[in-house]
């Protein structure tokens, strides 16, 4: 499995942005696919928010469609969720995770995302 280290979570206030990254380390086949995942407060279930493939395609949820938007940098093993016009119910830990060959799920620590109104 790979090591997957998030960073860019904090406290915006609604209507601001914030950019999440997550570098995956530690493997020898790059990712096939990285994205992300959030957990709301109260909530037990992850719910997928975007994800994108080495090729480059991108799927996102469409709870954040024309607001948030994931990019990747595959000769870092780098993904990126960019994440514009945040609401207060966007506030989750958000959890990157990669789909490697040969290899289960990886996944992150967790960044908090705080939205207040």
């Known amino acids: 499995q790979a090591q997957l280290v998030e960073s860019g979570g904090g406290l915006v206030q609604a209507g601001g942005f914030l950019r999440l990254s997550c570098r995956a380390s530690g493997t020898i086949f790059s990712p096939n696919a990285m994205g992300w995942y959030r957990q709301a407060p109260g909530n037990q279930r992850r719910e997928w928010v975007a994800?994108?493939?080495?090729?480059?395609?991108?799927n996102l949820a469409d709870s954040v469609k024309g607001r948030f938007t994931i990019s990747g940098d595959n000769a870092n093993d780098t993904v990126y969720l960019q994440m514009n016009s945040l609401k207060p119910e966007d506030t989750a830990v958000y959890y990157c995770?990669?789909?490697?060959?040969?290899?289960?799920?990886?996944w992150g620590q967790g960044t908090q995302v705080t939205v207040s109104s």
């Open positions: 995770y990669a789909d490697l060959k040969f290899s289960s799920r990886s």
């Open positions: 994800s994108i493939t080495s090729g480059g395609n991108t």
